[in-house]
């Protein structure tokens, strides 16, 4: 949105409510439908990347779609914006065949990828992809990424708005998995970077946001507003490096400081390093100093 607020980019699959949640909830209205159908209650277990099963390959033995070369799940008219969810069940249902499809010599979201995580067709290099970074990684993203994560804080869709499959289908329209609010899907960095516990549970609960953690959005935010070139990101990096409570945060701070204003960051980097108490941060400080 060009609204003049500096605003991140949150993954459409977490616009909404929490995927696990919502195909939960569903899934076990289909049960109940199926006993309907069968006569008898049912022995049920409904799964949703929440057990040891590889979903994607489930729904490609199930013939729901097939897996593309960025790895995503390919559904006819419907490209890989899709949930998964399964239904393991104590009764017999004749199985449908695996689509004899494929994406063919395209090769697109392999050069697309902004940080060359599908290092070959159908294999991605998990620390390298964006979702990963900024979504399960728990500590310090690597130096050399940084950059390459753009305005991204929790996700990256790349390899799936490039696809000529999922970039032709429709939008859905679910009400489950609209945003609420804009801070749902282009949250905006200065209040990413400054909110509190209380605002950023009451923001994103029941959204697969939470998973990131406070500590990791906050990180996020920070190396979004380093890769943003606009001079008011200034000054919002410059508060999180003095007073953010979480080390994580004052740490990427630092680097975003020095990558937006080069020499100009070395007189906040220098007074924050004569009273930062954690270890860690004061390393990133120093490499901030050194870049």
């Known amino acids: 949105p060009d609204d003049g607020i500096l605003r991140g980019r949150i993954a459409r699959y977490a616009w909404g409510r929490d995927y696990h949640k919502t195909l939960k909830r569903r899934m076990t209205a289909l ?8 006569g008898r209650p049912v022995e049920a277990r409904t799964l949703s990347d929440t057990a040891r099963i590889v979903d994607r390959a489930v729904a490609a033995r199930a013939g729901t779609g097939w897996v593309g070369k960025n790895s995503m799940i390919i559904v006819p008219r419907h490209g890989s914006w899709v949930m998964l969810g399964e ?15 494929d994406c063919g010599r395209c090769r697109i979201c392999l050069d697309r990828c902004p940080t060359g995580a599908i290092v070959e067709p159908y294999r991605i290099d998990a620390p390298r ?15 050399q ?12 869709d790349t390899c799936q708005d490039v696809c000529p499959y999922t970039s032709a289908a429709r939008p859905a329209h679910d009400p489950d998995f609209e945003p ?3 801070e749902n899907a282009f949250p905006s960095l200065e209040r990413l970077a400054t909110m509190t516990s209380a605002d950023f549970y009451a923001t994103y609960s029941g ?5 990131a953690k406070r500590s990791g959005m906050a990180r996020n935010a920070a190396i979004a507003l380093g890769n943003s070139d606009d001079p008011r990101a200034e000054p919002i990096l410059i508060q999180m ?23 100009e960051s070395h007189r906040p980097l220098t007074l924050a390093l004569q009273s930062e108490p954690d270890p860690s941060v004061c390393v990133e400080i ?6």
């Open 180 to 182: 609420v609010t804009i």
């Open 241 to 263: 490096l003095r007073c953010h409570d979480e080390p994580l945060a004052r740490g990427h701070a630092a680097w975003a400081l020095a990558h937006l204003t080069g020499d």
């Open 207 to 211: 959204t697969a946001v939470i998973r």
């Open 31 to 38: 049960v109940a439908t199926i006993e309907k159908i069968v």
């Open 129 to 143: 992809c964006i979702s990963y970074l900024t979504i399960e990684e728990r500590g310090p993203i690597p130096f």
């Open 145 to 156: 990424l940084r950059p390459l994560l753009g305005n991204r804080v929790f996700g990256c």
């Open 286 to 291: 120093r490499q901030a100093l050194d870049a």
């Open 87 to 101: 239904i393991m069940l104590d009764i017999h249902i004749t199985p449908d065949l695996p689509l004899a499809q």
